[in-house]
C-alpha cells in the first residue's frame, strides 16, 4: 500500500484467509477506528451515503467479510487522520483490490452527479442571493 499522509493510497491488496479479509498492515498501524464503507449514493449531510461493512477479528487484528466485497463496487476506507475512495477492483484466490478513485469517478459510477448538483445548488441559495448563485454557477 503506497500512500502518504493524506491519503491518496494508489492500490490497498487485502489478504484473504478462509471467509475473512484481514484488514491491510498500514490501516493496522493506525491504532484507532478503522472503517470500510460500500457507497451507496450521495448523502446531503455526510458526503456519501453508506453501508459499514461488519468486522470481526483474527487474534488482535482487525477482519472484514469476504462476502462484503463486489468487483466494480466503491468503497470509502478509513483510518484514523486518513481517508479514500476505492473501487474493488479485483478479488483473487488469495486478496481483495482495491484502486483508488476520484470523487468525481465515485459520482459518476454512483449516478449521482445530477443529485449533487441539486444539492449544492439548494446549499448554495441559503448563503446567498439568487442571483449571486447564478452569476457563480455560470462562473464555475
Do not use: P
Amino acid at each position: 500500500m503506497e500512500s502518504d499522509e493524506e491519503g491518496n493510497t494508489d492500490e490497498i491488496r487485502m489478504e484473504i484467509t478462509s471467509c475473512l479479509v484481514k484488514a491491510h498492515k498500514d490501516l493496522e498501524k493506525r491504532h484507532g477506528e478503522t472503517w470500510i464503507a460500500r457507497i451507496t449514493g450521495v448523502d446531503q449531510r455526510y458526503g456519501y451515503r453508506r453501508d459499514f461493512l461488519d468486522t470481526t477479528h483474527i487474534g488482535r487484528k482487525k477482519a472484514f467479510l469476504l462476502k462484503d466485497f463486489y468487483v466494480d463496487e466503491v468503497y470509502e476506507v478509513s483510518a484514523i487522520g486518513w481517508r479514500d475512495t476505492f473501487v474493488c477492483k479485483e478479488i483473487t484466490d488469495t486478496h481483495v483490490v482495491l484502486e483508488c478513485i476520484s470523487n468525481e469517478e465515485v459520482l459518476e459510477r454512483c449516478g449521482c452527479q445530477k443529485d449533487v448538483a441539486v444539492t449544492l445548488v439548494q446549499q448554495l441559495l441559503k448563503v446567498t442571493t439568487k442571483e449571486r448563485a447564478m452569476m457563480l454557477i455560470q462562473k464555475y
